[in-house]
């Protein structure tokens, strides 16, 4: 066995000549370069000196008080209570920062959503829950009015447009994990085989993106209220004839 000084950037270098491996009438060797442990190890950066849930749920109101395009890296920074250095540190870029907000918004905030759906025994009590929660969600003293996810970059630049597709991807996830449970519910026959899932996720979808809309226009959460018994009651019809579907 021999060795390679190849520098201390790169360490040692140990080659080796492992047995001779047969192949029928032909024989060859295999040479293997390893680094050796004694290589310098690389860099560490110094690890975030702040809470990441912490920054993000600040992060998460800035975003959601100013807008994407709205929100400068200075705005963040004094929210965030960081310095800029540190942000990019941890997080990467604004854009970065701003899909991993998104995400704490849908398990924080936004959770309730889908505890909704997976927490109730039957499909209309799971929407008629999520309608009701959204109505008071939305009206929420503590938080900007409306849903981050709903109404978030419906329109942007040009060189935003990452933002758009991103955030309409979220809401087609929401309004897929609507006809999942719908078609759940057609699967147990609770609701009628007959039922379009598609098209009843969809409208679920657009009354509580509606919803979320009239919150920021300032319709109060009795107002949100009746729209969310309104569409409940569009969701009875659905229901299969007890004793068998029809």
């Known amino acids: 066995m021999r060795t390679r ?9 140990t080659t080796t000549t492992v047995p001779q491996i047969y192949t029928g009438s032909h024989q060859f060797s295999i040479v293997i370069d390893v680094i050796n442990k ?22 998460m109101l800035a975003f959601w008080k100013l807008g994407y395009e709205g929100a400068s890296i200075a705005d963040l920074t004094a929210a965030m209570g960081i310095t800029a250095q540190s942000l990019y540190a941890a997080f990467g870029s604004k854009s970065a920062l701003y899909h991993e907000v998104l995400e704490h918004y849908q398990q924080t905030t936004g959770a309730f959503s889908a505890r909704a759906l997976e927490e109730e025994p039957g499909a209309i009590a799971g929407f008629a829950r999520l309608l009701r929660e959204s109505a008071a969600q939305f009206c929420r003293a503590d ?20 933002q758009v597709r991103y955030a309409a991807q979220l809401r087609e996830a929401a309004i897929a994990a609507f006809r999942h449970r719908i078609d759940r519910a057609i699967d147990t026959g609770e ?29 109060t959460e009795p107002e949100l209220r009746g729209i969310a018994e309104r569409a409940i009651e569009t969701l009875r019809p659905f229901a299969a004839p007890i004793g068998g579907s029809a």
């Open 191 to 219: 609701f009628r085989p007959t039922t379009d899932s598609a098209a009843l996720a969809r409208y679920l979808g657009a009354i509580i993106q509606g919803m979320s809309i009239q919150a920021q226009d300032g319709a």
């Open 38 to 59: 004694n290589s310098q190890p690389r860099r560490r950066g110094r690890p975030p000196s702040f809470d990441r849930g912490t920054v993000l749920e600040r992060a």
């Open 5 to 13: 000084d190849w520098g201390k950037s790169i360490g040692r270098i």
């Open 143 to 162: 938080r900007p009015r409306g849903c981050m996810v709903s109404t978030a970059v419906l329109a942007c630049a040009a060189e935003n447009q990452e």
